[in-house]
Antibody, heavy 124, light 107 residues
Framework: QVQLVESGGGVVQPGRSLRLSCAAS????????MHWVRQAPGKGLEWVAV????????LYADSVKGRFTISRDNSKNTLNLQMNSLRDEDTAVYYC?????????????????WGQGTTVTVSS | DIQMTQSPSSLSASVGDRVTITCRAS??????LNWYQQKSGKAPKVLIY???SLQSGVPSRFSGSGSGTDFTLTISSLQPEDFATYYC?????????FGQGTKLEIK
């Protein structure tokens, strides 16, 4: 079945780094753009980043630009999020999600498959 | 950035009620408006994409409409499993912003 499984979350001190991964299965990973979306405790959803199906187009939210790097390995069906210089406000559940299409520069029509989420806590 | 404003922020309704949630964008977003349902402790689930396209497997009691800046999600007859938080999202331009959410509770 179509599935996304995140891993890599944990507790980390401010200023440190963490790498999240998302393992995809049950579909042609190299045909879809992928997103990271996060949700702070008790808050709404915040879009973080998108990478096109082939990795050629990458876009970030301003809140993470320059600190986070999204990447994908289509040979391993894996999506990654390298998070550097972490801040308290990065504390959240991080979801990976599949785009309905190939992603930018083509139209983006939302996210149809989501992982269960992995929790990142930034605290001293 | 495009701001997405949902109303109401919370709503109490009964099983069988017809419910409408609205979402307003701070600028025109054409057809790039999506709706998600999120239950407590779970990942979001897409209901509607491109304003009115029903995602496969989603019950037909859910429908979407609107254009430009004003959009609505309608649930024609509430079922017990529909009590959740609903988010709109624009995918017209980055950052792909979400509304603040509408929590739908049982009356």
């Amino acid at each position: 079945q179509v599935q996304l499984v995140e891993s890599g979350g944990g507790v980390v001190q401010p200023g440190r780094s963490l790498r999240l991964s998302c393992a995809a299965s049950g579909f042609s990973f190299n045909s879809y753009a992928m997103h990271w979306v996060r949700q702070a405790p008790g808050k709404g959803l915040e879009w973080v980043a998108v990478i096109s199906y082939d990795g050629s187009n990458i876009l970030y939210a301003d809140s993470v630009k320059g600190r986070f790097t999204i990447s994908r390995d289509n040979s391993k069906n894996t999506l990654n999020l390298q998070m550097n210089s972490l801040r308290d406000e990065d504390t959240a559940v991080y979801y990976c999600a599949r785009d309905l299409g190939r992603g930018p520069p083509a139209a983006v029509y939302g996210m149809d498959v989501w992982g269960q989420g992995t929790t990142v806590t930034v605290s001293s | 950035d495009i701001q997405m404003t949902q109303s109401p922020s919370s709503l109490s309704a009964s099983v069988g009620d017809r419910v409408t949630i609205t979402c307003r964008a701070s600028q025109s977003i054409s057809i790039y408006l999506n709706w998600y349902q999120q239950k407590s402790g779970k990942a979001p689930k897409v209901l509607i994409y491109a304003v009115s396209s029903l995602q496969s497997g989603v019950p037909s009691r859910f429908s979407g409409s609107g254009s430009g800046t004003d959009f609505t999600l309608t649930i024609s007859s509430l079922q017990p499993e529909d009590f959740a938080t609903y988010y709109c999202q624009q995918s017209y331009s980055t950052p792909y912003t979400f509304g603040q959410g509408t929590k739908l509770e049982i009356k």
